[in-house]
């Protein structure tokens, strides 16, 4: 007598649960990749070294130095007092420039960026944290407004290609093309000068005392409004052009025409598939976009009046405030290296290719 025996059968596999970064790994959670995250963080902590041992010798390869300009507007500065500026920010020529170098990774662990010339020998710290939260608040908001608009306004146009949605990709890609100064002169133009809907600059009224009580506050949207805008429109079009073009892309892929002959909802297969794997790429823009916030808003600061970290920049460069220049090329690049670290390790856990890599 003959036994059968019973044979197991393997589970179908589906085709849209392979090779896509919409789908969760078969094994449950997915693993975190320390490896990989490892790697990135190795890359990122020699990158800062560099960029901070940049940061020190470059100020240093200019000509002059900050005493010497700062003695060119005061010329009642005695030597002594001269000799003495040196030594307080760091360029005291009794020191070799390795032991300067020393001193300056001395005081930067602890926290002193020195002092800043021109403000009066305040904190270079207490000066660029003043001025960061505006810069940050304006340009931030108006950057994540930007994205959020453009990535999803792209996946909808690319969805629907060759409707009357295509129109929005030129008009949004001629406006972007438009000098931002001439943008948003041409807004104060039009919506100060003219209709006097919004103030012409600054980050509030004159007068006004910084507070958080509801008139700052409003003041403070009521005069952000129009540079957040303009920043808006004028940044639009790269989002979705770029949206748009990885939708293509990605609606050619097979998955996509599996799930879509399963007779899967549009809506299903737009947002939790093609979407989804289309803005990889957008986040590794966005997070560049965001790292560069703080130093990509000078020419809007200064079309706007705006107390941000751009025009601190700017006032430091035509001072020659190298301590000053330091400390904000500083913050640039750890804004920089945060922001590309969050996006590494959003596309970890995003995209099991990358996990599978790191593994």
Do not use: C
């Not at 406006?175 to 919506?191: D, E, H, K, Q």
């Not at 892309?249 to 297969?269: C, F, H, S």
């Not at 598939?273 to 957008?282: H, I, S």
């Amino acid at each position: 007598m003959s036994s059968v025996q019973p044979q197991l059968l393997e589970p179908e596999t589906d085709a849209l649960e392979v090779g896509t970064t919409a789908t969760r790994a078969n094994g449950g959670r997915a693993r975190i990749p320390w490896r990989y995250l490892g790697r990135r963080a190795a890359f990122y902590l020699f990158t800062l070294w560099a960029a901070i041992t940049i940061n020190f010798f470059l100020p240093r390869m200019m000509k002059g130095d900050a005493v010497t300009q700062y003695l060119s507007r005061n010329r009642n500065i005695s030597p002594e007092a001269a000799d003495a500026l040196r030594s307080l920010l760091g360029l005291d020529s009794d020191k070799t420039l390795l032991q300067q170098y020393a001193d300056y990774w001395a005081l930067l662990l602890q926290g002193d960026l020195g002092v800043s010339l021109l403000h009066g020998l305040r904190p270079v710290t207490e000066v660029v944290s003043g001025a960061l939260p505006w810069t940050i608040g304006l340009v931030g908001i108006a950057t994540v407004i930007s994205f959020t608009i453009g990535t999803v306004g792209g996946a909808v146009v690319g969805w629907r290609r060759g409707s009357k949605a295509d129109v929005l990709i030129p008009i949004t890609t001629f406006l972007s093309t438009i000098p931002y100064f001439w943008l948003g002169l041409l807004a104060i133009a039009v919506f100060s000068v003219n209709l006097g809907w919004f103030p012409i600059g600054k980050a509030y009224g004159v007068g006004m005392q910084p507070g958080w009580n509801l008139e700052f506050i409003g003041q403070v949207i009521h005069h952000g409004t129009l540079p957040i805008a303009t920043i808006v429109i004028a940044s639009l079009g790269g989002w979705m052009l770029g949206m748009r073009n990885m939708m293509l892309t990605v609606l050619d892929e097979d998955y996509i025409t599996v799930a879509q002959a399963k007779g899967m909802p549009n809506k299903r297969v737009l947002w939790g598939y093609a979407a989804r794997n289309a803005v990889l790429p957008q986040i590794q823009s966005f997070a560049l976009s965001i790292g560069f916030i703080v130093g990509g808003s000078i020419v809007m600061e200064m079309v706007f009046s705006y107390p941000g970290i751009g025009k601190l920049l700017l006032d430091a460069t035509n001072a020659k405030d190298y301590a000053l220049m330091q400390g904000v090329f500083l913050v640039i690049t750890i804004s920089v290296l945060v922001a590309n670290i969050l996006a590494d390790i959003a596309y970890a856990f995003l995209d099991p290719r990358t996990r599978q890599a790191g593994v």
